[in-house]
């Protein structure tokens, strides 16, 4: 890069517009774009071989503004794809690097993401190839807040979800709460609908953390669940009840399939 | 009919073989088993049967532990006639030429003829094993290691497919013990391609494992992941190597939360092992993940496994997280956890114990959904040692939702209303049947398929055939002739 005093520039550039108060997103989008051009040019964006580290720094200092320019600007796919590009820089030249200030925070915007999506496999794919002990999986907090959603989530504590929302070890972990708190509303939902038969409409709104009645008025019209007004209740049409019936094409099939093997060993 | 004669034949070398580990006869010195190893090769490429060098390399354990560097020495010296330039690159690789070594061989047998080259193979690999049980010998080895691999691909024989898949096992070995397992992968990757091109079965499930094998020790789930997606895994392979490709799977699979999955690979991979005795260790390291996997289903394994002697020490740790949650306590989870927390890092099963809480706490509920038939939620909340009555609520619904309970929330009163047990008839028995009687009939027929026949036996047959068939031909040209004849005689009347 050195080679290339134009990319230079453009990088303090990049910099100063992703760090100035606010943070200028549509300078940086362009920025990023022509960087990116220099980048593939330079045959830094998919790095090879034996390459400069510095080279190799700065290249990977832009792909994480990137990243992190495209949380902000609520563009997943473009944050994917910054994600897939700096895999190369965190693992395959973790050895020729200096770490990375920002690796932990993107890599754990990454579970968050994964886990709005209800991609529970890839989540935890991902957290197994982390190069971390258990114990310092626990001690950093941008790894520990996702694992520690993901734990409540499936155990049931939606509430403790809901309080950490505030509690985001940086600020682009925000932009993926509202997308959680969706998630964990249907989740809610879904398991209101099994275990109970009705439901006062206060609770209702206490239990999925609608702040007013008319969200949850919209939510349950969404759902398809019978509101009472007069009385006050939301209930559940029980459904797959006494829905026993026998799977006649199956067990004919079955039958079948025995016979043929019989008779093949016969 | 030639089945039963096989049977018989089998049992008659099983009898032997029996007969040799029971009572040996004073073992051969790792000399003359290499030498009669060498004969056994050789005799395997001229008849082309590949049983004779399996039989050799069943040995090679056992053999390697016994011999040393003198011993190999000689054994080339023995094995190659006196002129040869392989055995002077054979004997360049091993270490320390002592001259009592060299002044053992005065008189070395008159071997003039050179040996097939599976031999040089073979013996390279002794000479890769005992580089690589010092630790100097470590980057030698892997010289020697790659250097072999690149001459098998050069040679192509499909004789020498056996011996080639313990040489690249040899490789993987030599890198792992070098501290480089990482640099491996581009050449196990390209000598996998080789393999599978050439449909070298036995090799491609060596490789296929080895790098199975690097990709899990580098946590990279992933790439392990695409591995086995983007290759097949040969169905002629080994047992040893089924056992191994079943517990990488397993290992893949209970990684990606599909536990049904993993549970049938690790079972597979327990089936196909060896002996407990023979390889404790896989089989120690098999059954760690496989109970844990069976906690992870909501299964409970069985008390007699941690009887096993084998198992017995090996599984302490786990036997005390199965007791916490067999009695759905948390605090007991909690505690055994960070107990046992080396350990479990150690055997790379703790994340994986971690994600039990969640199943730690739905036995509980489903306990206490058996014994109370209406609770309060603050009870539950208090006796699960949960941090609030809110989360009791919204965890009681979830267990209701994945129908780890059979009951309802009366939200107004605060409690839990348990419904009675549902009978065990409906639709799920006959799907658990028809799943038995699947396996048993595959059972069958992967053993038909299994069944062995002598080689050319049919031929035997078909000449029988063909002289049968020669012989209502005569038979046919007689009775002709006769009619014939008869038919003269009448003539003549």
């Given amino acids: 890069m050195s080679s290339q005093p134009n990319l230079r520039a453009l990088y303090t550039e990049l910099i100063r517009s992703f760090t100035s108060q606010p943070c200028d997103l549509k300078k940086c989008g362009t920025l990023l774009s022509q960087l990116k051009i220099g980048l593939i040019e330079a045959g830094l964006l998919l790095p090879q071989g034996e390459l400069n580290p510095t080279d190799l720094q700065v290249a990977r200092d832009i792909l994480e503004i990137g990243a992190f320019c495209s949380i902000r600007a609520r563009d997943v796919p473009s944050f994917d794809r910054y994600f897939s590009q700096l895999q190369t820089f965190y693992t395959d030249y973790s050895s020729v690097l200096p770490p990375s200030k920002r690796e932990y925070p993107i890599r754990g915007l990454h579970l968050i993401r994964l886990l709005t999506q209800n991609r529970i496999a890839e989540f935890h794919t991902t957290l197994e190839s982390l190069p971390l002990s258990a114990d310092a999986i626990a001690k950093n907090q941008f790894i520990s807040h996702p694992v520690n959603l993901e734990r409540w989530l499936m155990e049931g504590s939606y509430s403790k979800v809901w309080n950490a929302r505030e509690e985001a070890p940086a600020e682009e972990y925000k932009f993926f709460v509202d997308s959680l708190m969706g998630t964990i509303r249907n989740e809610i939902a879904s398991c209101g609908e099994a275990a109970y038969e009705r439901l006062p409409l206060k609770d209702a709104a206490t239990l999925l953390f609608f702040p007013n009645r008319s969200d949850l008025l919209r939510f349950a019209e969404e759902r398809g669940w019978q509101v009472n007004l007069t009385e006050g209740t939301i209930s559940f049409t029980k459904k797959g009840e006494e829905k026993m019936e026998i799977p006649k094409q199956k067990l004919i099939s079955a039958s079948l399939a025995y016979a043929r093997e019989l008779e093949q060993i016969i | 009919m030639a089945d039963v004669e096989m049977r018989k034949q ?18 051969p010195t790792p000399l003359a088993e290499i030498k009669a190893n060498v004969a056994l090769i050789d005799k395997a490429v001229s008849t082309l049967e590949p049983r004779f060098t399996h039989r050799v390399l069943r040995s ?12 190999l020495r000689n054994a080339v010296e023995d094995i190659y006639p006196k002129e040869s330039a392989t055995k002077k690159s054979l004997l360049s690789w091993l270490p320390g030429s002592s001259d009592s070594a060299a002044s053992m061989d005065i008189d070395p047998k008159p071997t003039t003829l050179e040996p097939v080259p599976e031999v040089e193979i073979y013996l390279r690999l002794l000479t890769t094993y005992i580089l690589l049980s010092s630790s100097e010998g470590y980057a030698k080895a892997l010289q020697l290691a790659k250097e072999t691999g690149e001459k098998i691909s050069q040679l192509n024989r499909r004789s020498m497919d056996p011996i080639a898949a313990k040489v690249w096992y040899a490789v993987d070995r030599a890198y792992e013990l070098g501290g480089d397992l990482a640099d491996a992968r581009p050449l196990l990757l390209s000598a996998q391609r080789t393999a599978s091109l050439r449909h070298d079965d036995e090799s491609q499930a060596a490789l296929i494992n080895c790098l199975l094998r690097n990709y899990i020790h580098y946590s990279l789930f992933d790439q392990a992941d695409k591995l086995v997606s983007k290759t097949t895994f040969p169905t002629s392979a080994s047992n040893g190597q089924f056992a191994r490709y079943h517990y990488y799977l397993g290992r893949i699979k209970v990684v990606q939360l599909n536990y049904s999955e993993a549970h049938r690979n690790l079972q597979q991979a327990i089936r196909r092992a060896p002996q407990p005795r023979t390889a404790p260790g896989f089989y120690q390291a098999v059954h760690k993940f496989f109970i844990v996997v069976e906690l992870l289903m909501g299964d409970i394994p069985d008390r007699s496994l941690f009887r096993h002697p084998v198992l017995e020490k090996a599984l302490i740790a786990y036997f005390d997280i199965v007791k916490a949650v067999r009695t759905g306590s948390l605090s007991q989870f909690q505690s055994t956890l960070s107990k046992h927390t080396s350990t479990f890092t150690l055997d790379k099963t703790y994340t994986l114990i971690l994600r039990l809480r969640q199943n730690v706490i739905k036995t509980g509920i489903r306990r206490l959904s058996l014994s109370y038939s209406r609770i309060s939620l603050r009870d539950i909340c208090h006796k699960l040692h949960l941090d609030s009555e809110e989360d009791a609520e919204y965890i009681v619904g979830k267990a ?17 209303e348990c419904a009675g047990q549902k009978g065990g008839y409906g639709p799920e028995v006959s799907d658990i049947y028809g799943r038995r009687i699947a396996f048993c009939l595959d059972l069958h027929n992967q053993s038909v398929k299994a069944m062995r026949y002598p080689l050319n036996a049919h031929r035997k047959e078909l ?12 038979l046919a040209k007689e009775i002709q002739e006769g009619e014939l004849d008869d038919e003269d005689l009448g003539g003549d009347f």
């Fill in chain 2, 463 to 474: 000449a029988a055939a063909e002289g049968a068939r020669e012989r209502e031909k005569e």
């Fill in chain 2, 10 to 27: 089998d049992e008659k070398k099983e009898e032997e073989k029996k007969e040799e580990n029971k009572t040996p006869p004073p073992p």
């Fill in chain 2, 60 to 71: 090679l354990t056992a053999l390697r532990k016994r011999t040393d560097v003198t011993v």
């Fill in chain 2, 400 to 416: 209701i939702r994945d129908g780890v309970i059979e009951g309802r929330i009366v939200h107004e009163n605060g409690w839990m």
